[in-house]
């Protein structure tokens, strides 16, 4: 994890090692890791690979201080549209395989949060996990659907966040080093399949900033863990609720 230039040389190697050591614990509970398709510190600045990843809503993503950094769009392009406006920085990686496991780090800076972001997704509408005062709430199928909720878990602002992520079939488990582990089943996970702007996405806060690193994206196995069966009976039970209708075909 590279850390901004703000802060003294000396310091820079301790917390580094801190922060890599709080994503390499995290080890997976579902899946078996298989094929690496993208992996990336972001190391070398300039511009983001295109072929990974792709910019949402006309925000301004670029490569800088060991960081993939996302921007809102300028306002130059926000007085040209009627809608997605880009107001907070979105992104994702349609590189992304279906069955996935993921690891990344992430940080929302400045800016203010809004009842839909921030928020990490996995397959556009079809897994979003959205962090705010209020904790965690993991929504499915389009945010009509509250699957998992975390209250007592309320993200810092500034603070990297490290997660492991694994999505096969109907189910997928979120990690986050120093927090909670999150569970859920739907239906609608089965179609996250990669492509156009589905896959791992993120959007920030509204005016803020996001910095994304040390990018991990795998295939999986056909097999699950052996000790999977009984992680996945420890998970407390939850009953989805529904939070909004879904929209009319």
């Not at 203010?112 to 509408?125: D, K, L, M, W």
């Not at 120093?178 to 959007?203: D, I, M, Q, W, Y």
């Not at 920030?204 to 196995?221: C, R």
Request: glycine share 8%; proline share 8%; hydrophobic share 40%.
């Amino acid at each position: 994890m590279k850390l901004s230039i703000v802060f003294l040389s000396l310091v820079i190697p301790c917390v580094t090692a801190v922060l890599a050591e709080d994503l390499a614990e995290l080890k997976p509970l579902m899946t078996v890791p298989d094929q690496v398709v993208l992996q990336d510190d972001f190391s070398q600045p300039g511009p983001f690979n295109k072929k990974h990843w792709g910019a949402r809503q006309g925000t301004q993503w670029k490569v800088e201080e060991g960081v993939l950094r996302g921007r809102p769009s300028t306002p130059e392009y926000q007085a040209k549209k009627k809608d997605h406006f880009g107001y907070e920085p979105r992104i994702s990686a349609p590189i992304t395989p279906s069955p996935f496991m993921a690891k990344f780090s992430v940080r929302f800076t400045g800016g203010s949060e809004t009842n839909i972001v921030p928020f990490v997704e996995f397959g556009h509408h079809v897994c979003r996990l959205r962090l705010s005062a209020d904790g965690l709430e993991l929504l499915a199928d389009g945010e009509t659907v509250r699957v998992a909720q975390v209250k007592e878990f309320k993200p810092e602002p500034s603070k990297w966040l490290h997660f492991l992520v694994e999505m096969k079939g109907d189910e997928v488990v979120i990690q986050i080093a120093g927090g909670p582990t999150l569970h859920a089943r739907h239906e609608c996970f089965a179609k996250a399949v990669a492509s156009g702007g589905n896959g791992l996405g993120f959007a920030g806060p509204k005016g803020g900033m996001v910095e994304i690193d040390d990018v991990t994206l795998s295939t999986v196995k056909a097999e699950e863990l052996p000790t999977w069966k009984a992680r996945r009976a420890a998970f407390p039970p939850f009953t989805p609720l529904e939070v909004k209708a879904k929209k009319a075909k």
